[in-house]
T-cell receptor, first 110, second 115 residues
């Protein structure tokens, strides 16, 4: 069963706007990761945030983690058409596997 | 990621046929995974292997089997394919012991259609 649930399921914005997607999970975690998937291709790791971290940045990406609410958000600033993709959160619990959410489809229009 | 390759990239087969999907990696990672992706359901874990002698069932292992032939190779078999196994299949690798937490590196996927 999915641990993470992304919200919204789909998001459509214009180039230059910011895109925010959220992830909620159910059990305690060691870390939470975000991945991007371009249509029909393999997932690419974007960023990892540990359970003792609250915010992390990587280029135009900003991730926050609120362990009390069991939620995370991914912010993409100044979006570009090339950011069009599906974005998945994945949670790591223990020392074994990742559990992926169902993803948010982001469409960035020129 | 060219470090993780999957063959074939596309496959059409018939119900009842045995089919094998292969994954190879040059990253030197011990851990390998097989997932399937269905529209609207995200990725679900089928099997995973932490080293050559270790095989573990994932969330949806029924109807599938795996073989870890070497550190670099992890194969997924459908013994008797059925239409609801039509999906996009991904192989992934990771190596937490190298300080990368559980970051996973994915292959390009195999699109399987079972008629």
């Amino acid at each position: 069963s999915q641990q993470g649930e992304e919200d919204p399921q789909a998001l459509s914005i214009q180039e230059g706007e910011n895109a925010t997607m959220n992830c909620s999970y159910k059990t305690s975690i060691n870390n939470l990761q975000w991945y991007r998937q371009n249509s029909g291709r393999g997932l690419v790791h974007l960023i990892l945030i540990r359970s003792n971290e609250r915010e992390k940045h990587s280029g135009r990406l900003r991730v926050t983690l609120d362990t009390s609410k069991k939620s995370s958000s991914l912010l993409i600033t100044a979006s570009r058409a090339a950011d069009t993709a599906s974005y998945f959160c994945a949670t790591a619990s223990g020392y074994s596997t990742l559990t992926f959410g169902k993803g948010t489809m982001l469409l960035v229009s020129p | 990621d060219a470090d993780v390759t999957q063959t074939p990239r596309n496959r059409i087969t018939k119900t009842g046929k045995r089919i094998m999907l292969e994954c190879s990696q040059t990253k030197g990672h011990d851990r390998m995974y097989w997932y399937r992706q269905d529209p609207g359901l995200g990725l679900r874990l089928i099997y995973y292997s932490f080293d050559v002698k270790d095989i573990n069932k994932g969330e949806i292992s029924d109807g599938y089997s795996v073989s870890r032939q070497a550190q670099a190779k992890f194969s997924l078999s459908l013994e008797s394919a059925i239409p609801n196994q039509t999906a996009l299949y991904f192989c992934a690798t990771s190596d937490p012991l190298r300080g990368e937490q559980e970051t996973q590196y994915f292959g390009p996927g195999t699109r399987l259609l079972v008629l």
